[in-house]
């Protein structure tokens, strides 16, 4: 498992800068950067919405990845010790990125 740290404080599975979703998805397929990959798992806190759906929030996670140019990338899973999304003020997945993404590009 990756240990996560989330700056998307608008998410609702977002506790104290860690996860309570179990697992995410970062998409961006053929990114060369960051700001071409996001967590598609982002889902934004508002009213009338569930806070998250784990009862505690996890360091460690389950990170399936599509960002298949990325070095940490490993038959789609992610395999850094850690990672970072960033998107302190998101309103849309598409606001997120995975801020730990490296580019393999040749």
């Not at 505690?56 to 899973?77: L, M």
């Not at 850690?82 to 040749?106: L, W, Y």
């Amino acid at each position: 498992m990756t240990q996560l740290k989330c700056s998307a404080q608008t998410c609702m599975y977002n506790e104290d800068h860690y996860c309570c979703k179990g697992e995410i998805l970062v998409e961006g397929r053929g990114a060369k950067d960051p700001s071409a990959t996001f967590c598609s798992s982002f889902r934004e806190r508002g009213e009338g919405r569930a806070v998250n759906s784990m009862e505690h929030p996890s360091r460690s996670i389950d990170v399936d990845c599509e960002a298949t140019s990325c070095v940490y990338n490993e038959d789609c899973k992610c395999a850094a010790e850690e990672i970072g999304i960033g998107g302190s003020h998101a309103c849309h997945c598409q606001d997120t990125e995975c801020a730990s993404f490296r580019c393999e590009c040749k």
